[in-house]
């Protein structure tokens, strides 16, 4: 006789059906808390109820800078980057700031820092490392790409983004060591058309091949 599976927690959906499940992650997104900054004031506000600033971290109102999950950035970014409302970017705008603010009382001029060249972002989830770099959820391209996957189970999950041969993004899961090979060769936009699933193929030294 079958007995059905009895799951640790389970979730029902609005269309009624209910899923039995090991655990549940929350994602709900994150909406900028402008209000009690722009009550009174002349700051530019974006779709995303974000705090608009250009490329030098500068709002609407002179002399005001803001960075963080509280703004949105405004000018044109990299192929590559995007703006996602997470600590890692909130640190890096928030450096990028002080050092434009600082240019800027100097006036000295200041290039768009490099970190704004290619989205990454690292962190730890369940103990696993897990690394996302450039359009990692193939953001933006459409159906004008293709993916690669290579999943050991219990060690590691390494996905790529690849548009016209060459690598836009990945997703590394676990000790892969791979980022920084990944990372060189998104900024690089070398054609990667003649090596197929020899990328993911876990016999060959993929880090020492491109080093």
């Known amino acids: ?37 722009v009550q009174g004031n002349n700051i530019e506000i974006a779709e995303d109820f974000g705090i608009k600033v250009d490329d030098h971290m500068r709002t609407s109102v002179s002399g005001v800078y803001a960075a963080g999950d509280v703004c949105t950035a405004s000018w044109e970014p990299s192929a590559l980057w995007q703006q996602m409302r997470l600590w890692t970017q909130a640190r890096q705008m928030g450096w990028y700031a002080a050092r434009c603010m600082a240019a800027d009382a100097l006036g000295e001029p200041i290039e768009l820092d490099f970190c704004f060249e290619l989205f990454s972002h690292i962190t730890k989830f369940f103990n696993y490392k897990v690394v ?60 990667l058309s003649a090596y197929g699933e020899d990328l993911l193929n876990p016999s060959i030294d993929i880090e020492d091949y491109f080093d």
């Open 132 to 191: 996302l770099l450039g359009k990692y959820n193939a953001q933006g391209l459409g159906r004008d790409h293709e993916l690669m996957v290579r999943c050991t189970k219990g060690m590691e999950y390494v996905k790529l983004v690849l548009r016209g041969g060459r690598m836009v993004g990945a997703v590394l899961i676990g000790d892969t060591n791979l980022e920084e090979t990944f990372e060189n060769l998104i900024l690089n936009q070398m054609d």
């Open 1 to 37: 006789m079958l007995h059905a599976k009895v799951w640790p927690v389970y979730v029902e959906l609005s269309n009624g059906r209910t899923f039995g499940c090991d655990f549940i992650v929350s994602a709900t997104g994150v909406i900028p808390n402008t209000e009690p900054i």
